[in-house]
């Protein structure tokens, strides 16, 4: 049973997603605007990291899509190949650039690190992604061989899901907190703008996510 099952006489199954990608949309173009309409050479790497981390939350909302209601054996191992191409090969790349970018630019600047909620945030939900990668790929690269293949394997995947949904709001809101309060978009971008790509696109695209997701897949006991 999920959400949008007892949700069903209210909303129509596919209005989630076309909330997902609105706001998705809407959080991905306005990052790529400000940056790209504020004078970008003069940057440094700094230009590198809002483009890249908002490429890597578009990238990440599509891999679990991609996942949610999956009905039938053929949909589920497509799905499931989708998935990883879209988080091994660019999501996690892009989000681990986009963070380096930052990081390095700080070295350059001599600038303390991680002195923000937001940088804060940032490196904990990169760490996390680490290991979150590691179960997911640990339970399905070469058989599952690191958590004893097969069935065994299986078993750590509704660790990985439950731990995905929850670092997804976390990189939400590591976004928010990036773009709706940092100093540099404050100074950069209008009000409307941040309001519109940093308050209602995350809150919208969160509660769209959420929505799809089957409870039924996440039994513990
Ligand atoms: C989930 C996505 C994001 C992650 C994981 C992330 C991660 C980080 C990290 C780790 C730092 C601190 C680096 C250091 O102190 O050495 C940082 C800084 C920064 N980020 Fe992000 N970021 C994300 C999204 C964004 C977005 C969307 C924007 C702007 C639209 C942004 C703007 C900034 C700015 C201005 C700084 C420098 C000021 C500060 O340290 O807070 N970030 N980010």
Do not use: D
């Not at 990440?60 to 879209?86: D, E, M, N, V, W």
């Not at 404050?186 to 519109?196: A, F, I, K």
């Amino acid at each position: 049973m999920s959400v949008a099952m007892v949700l069903a006489p209210c909303v129509p199954a596919t209005y989630p997603l076309y909330f997902i990608q609105v706001s998705a949309g809407v959080f991905f173009v306005s990052t790529w605007v400000i940056t790209l309409t504020n004078n970008p050479t003069s940057l440094g790497l700094f230009f590198f990291h809002p483009l890249l981390q908002s490429l890597a939350i578009s990238v990440f909302t599509y891999g679990i899509l991609t996942l949610q209601p999956t009905s039938q054996a053929k949909t589920k191992a497509a799905g499931l190949t989708r998935h990883q191409l879209a988080m091994a090969a660019f999501g996690v790349p892009a989000i681990a650039l986009g963070a380096l970018a930052i990081i390095w630019n700080k070295n350059l600047h001599e600038s303390p690190h991680f002195t923000t909620w937001h940088g804060t945030l940032g490196i904990t939900s990169i760490v996390w992604l680490v290991a979150q990668v590691a179960v997911g790929g640990g339970s399905v690269w070469f058989g599952g061989r690191l958590f004893g293949g097969g069935s065994k394997a299986k078993q750590f995947w509704k660790y990985h899901r439950l731990s995905g949904y929850v670092l997804f709001p976390l990189f939400l809101l590591t976004a928010h907190l990036g773009g709706a309060w940092s100093a540099w978009t404050t100074t950069h971008s209008s009000v409307v703008v941040r309001v519109l790509a940093y308050w209602i696109s995350p809150i919208i695209l969160l509660a769209a996510v959420l929505v799809r997701l089957r409870t039924s897949k996440m039994q513990f006991f």
